[in-house]
């Protein structure tokens, strides 16, 4: 009841051998949580989970690994990140990687800088609230989030994952995060100016409300300025 607490603590196991500490948890609201590892220069994904509402943990373990461009991951980075819990032990992780380096090409007039670049949406799903998980899925490619990125299940099979690009991007699923559609571009030129969240949310039966922040957006009407927009769907994000 709020009235008396224990810590502070840290999220995860407190005597990790290396020290590592999670930036990011999440909860069922039943005692369940996860906690990831999830900043930094990485080219894998670690988690850990607490079945006695956060008291303790599992030890640190990866959660999925994917390919890199750089050798060493020296430029790997995970952009966002978010998870969501839906009814029957469904649990859906999401997160954006983006790596790249530049390399001196021979021209026939002289040489030139190449950037190469390598950017993904990633999912990764457990049917029993965490203890086990699914095989890696690819949401996008060529698309990373500026402005976070965001999973919400209706609780009836139904997902959607948001993010903003330089455009605001959606891909949905409709069998319980199994699959997931082609991305579709549902605003243009949505990028915020400043890093800021975009959020999905489930408001009943059929309708879904989507909030971003640009300063693009509209700007014929409204301005450079960062504005807050929401868009609103009402069958089921159609």
């Known amino acids: 009841d709020a009235r008396t607490w224990q810590g502070p603590l840290l999220p995860g196991p407190?005597?990790?051998p290396d020290g590592?500490?999670?930036?990011f948890s999440s909860t069922d609201g039943q005692g369940l949580w996860l906690a990831l590892y999830a900043l930094g220069y990485v080219d894998h994904l670690d988690w850990t989970r607490s079945e006695d509402d956060a008291a303790t943990w599992t030890p640190r373990a990866t959660l999925a690994e994917w390919?890199?461009?750089?050798?060493d991951c020296d430029d790997c980075q995970i952009l966002a990140r978010d998870v969501a819990w839906g009814p029957g032990g469904t649990v859906i992780v999401t997160w954006s990687f983006r790596d790249g380096?530049?390399?001196y090409v021979e021209g026939p007039d002289g040489g030139v800088y190449e950037w190469h670049e390598l950017e993904v949406n990633y999912a990764i799903r457990s049917s029993d609230g965490g203890s086990s998980w699914g095989e890696l899925q690819t949401l996008s490619t060529g698309t990373s989030?500026?402005?976070g990125i965001d999973v919400?299940?209706?609780g009836q099979g139904t997902w959607i994952v948001v993010w903003s690009d330089t455009d605001l991007f959606m891909t949905r699923s409709e069998d319980d995060g199994l699959s997931w559609s082609e991305p579709v571009v549902i605003a243009v030129n949505a990028a915020p100016r400043y890093?800021?969240?975009t959020e999905v949310r489930h408001v009943t039966d059929d309708r879904w409300v989507i909030v971003f922040s640009s300063s693009a957006f509209g700007e014929d009407i409204y301005g450079i300025d960062e504005d807050v927009f929401s868009l609103r769907s009402t069958d089921g994000g159609v």
């Not at 590592?20 to 930036?23: A, E, G, K, L, T």
Request: hydrophobic share 10%; no cysteine; glycine share 0%.
């Open 195 to 197: 890093p800021s969240n």
């Open 20 to 23: 590592w500490i999670p930036d």
């Open 145 to 147: 989030p500026r402005s």
């Open 101 to 103: 380096y530049e390399e």
């Open 152 to 154: 919400e299940t209706d």
């Open 67 to 71: 390919p890199h461009l750089t050798r």
């Open 14 to 16: 407190q005597d990790d």
